[in-house]
């Protein structure tokens, strides 16, 4: 695990805090970690600390990658409080809507709060 990001789990869900910004290999990495060491499938990126400047290629190939590594069906919140990262992770969203097979629904977010209350309420509505 490298030092851009740190993991913890709080009431059965994954919350990843990068702590610099994370290319393409950085988020692959994360997106491993929690595959190999973090089953659950509720899951809060937490990228309030940091500024997202991933392309486009950059974008589907995260899609790609966690389509094909994080297979079970779950919810992902993503948090970012300056305009880029929120518009990239809007995008990165719109990819994964486009893949036919992709099983996670995910929303953005400019509040941790606000994403953690979805979430809860998401795992609410499952049980």
């Known amino acids: 695990m490298g030092n851009f990001c740190s993991y913890r789990v709080?009431?059965?869900?994954?919350?990843?805090?990068?702590?610099?910004?994370?290319?393409?290999?950085?988020?692959?990495?994360?997106?491993?970690e929690l595959a190999a060491n973090y089953p659950y499938q509720y899951r809060?990126?937490?990228?309030?600390?940091?500024?997202?400047?991933?392309?486009?290629d950059d974008l589907r190939a995260i899609v790609t990658f966690a389509g094909e590594t994080l297979t079970d069906a779950r919810r992902a919140a993503f948090v970012a409080s300056n305009n880029l990262s929120f518009g990239k992770l809007r995008m990165?969203?719109?990819?994964?809507?486009?893949?036919?097979?992709?099983?996670?629904?995910?929303?953005?977010?400019?509040e941790f709060r606000l994403a953690w209350q979805w979430l809860q309420d998401e795992r609410a509505a499952a049980d």
Do not use: C, K, M
């Not at 809060?44 to 486009?56: G, M, T």
């Open 44 to 56: 809060l990126w937490d990228l309030q600390d940091v500024v997202l400047e991933l392309d486009q």
């Open 92 to 110: 990165l969203e719109a990819y994964q809507q486009r893949q036919p097979d992709f099983q996670s629904q995910s929303r953005t977010f400019r």
């Open 10 to 32: 709080e009431d059965g869900i994954s919350i990843i805090h990068f702590t610099r910004s994370p290319g393409r290999l950085e988020f692959i990495e994360a997106i491993n």
